[in-house]
């Protein structure tokens, strides 16, 4: 089943935000394969943080990804209007994909 | 780099086949991956298939309907669907995975559209 994310996050520019993404032992908890994702409205997806920490060439180094246990989490520094968007968290493997339910940043 | 085609409006019951186009890569290197969007909902990835084309994996919701295929030849990735359900209705994306096999997805195409409904 899905990973479990908040459903919406909120924050004022220039602060931080987390968002967390919780799974179990046989996802999120059995490996570093845990991505996150960003979408705009009418947008697809774009990859932000793969193998938990890892950041994609040319994404801000305000986004940083962390795992402890079963929970993975994102991480949003120093936030700007254009970082109001829908995040997804993955567990990927060789056979499948899990995503989050998805967790809609608000910029206030 | 991706470019999916073959969306549209089909009946419950019904069949529609997706394509994506490819360019940019030397495809068969990578494992690809359909995911579907519901509107107004999240990410619920639907089938991957090896570079090879030899290991196709499936949801299942969709397993026994769906049937993810490609051509090395002609750098094209494609989406069976049979039996098609309200619930398939969605926006359908395809994405390039790793070489290494695992179905993380980066990039992704700019989706289409399909509609299940009588």
């Known amino acids: 089943s899905a990973l479990t994310q908040p459903a919406s996050v909120s924050g004022s520019p220039g602060q931080s935000i987390t968002i967390s993404c919780t799974g179990t032992s046989s996802d999120v908890g059995a490996s570093n394969f845990v991505s996150w994702y960003q979408q705009h409205p009418g947008k697809a997806p774009k990859l932000i943080i793969y193998?938990?920490?890892v950041r994609p060439s040319g994404v801000s180094n305000r986004f940083s990804g962390s795992k402890s246990g079963n929970t993975a989490s994102l991480a949003i520094s120093g936030l700007q209007a254009e970082d109001e968007a829908d995040y997804y968290c993955g567990s990927y493997t060789i056979s499948s994909t899990i995503f989050g339910g998805g967790t809609k940043l608000t910029v206030l | 780099q991706l470019a999916e085609s073959g969306g549209g409006l089909v009946q419950p019951g019904g069949s529609l086949r997706l394509s994506c186009a490819v360019s940019g890569i030397t495809f068969n290197k990578y494992a690809m991956s359909w995911v579907r969007q519901a509107p107004g909902k999240g990410l619920e990835w639907v089938s991957g298939?090896?570079?090879?084309?030899?290991?196709?994996y499936y949801a299942d919701s969709v397993k026994g309907r769906f049937t993810i295929s490609r051509d090395n030849s002609k750098n094209t990735l494609s989406l069976q669907m049979y039996s098609l359900r309200a619930e398939d209705t969605a926006i359908y994306y395809c994405a390039k995975c790793s070489d290494s096999g695992r179905l993380l997805q980066d990039p992704w195409g700019q989706g289409t559209l399909v509609t299940v409904s009588s």
């Open positions: 193998d938990v920490i």
């Open positions: 298939i090896s570079g090879s084309g030899d290991n196709t």
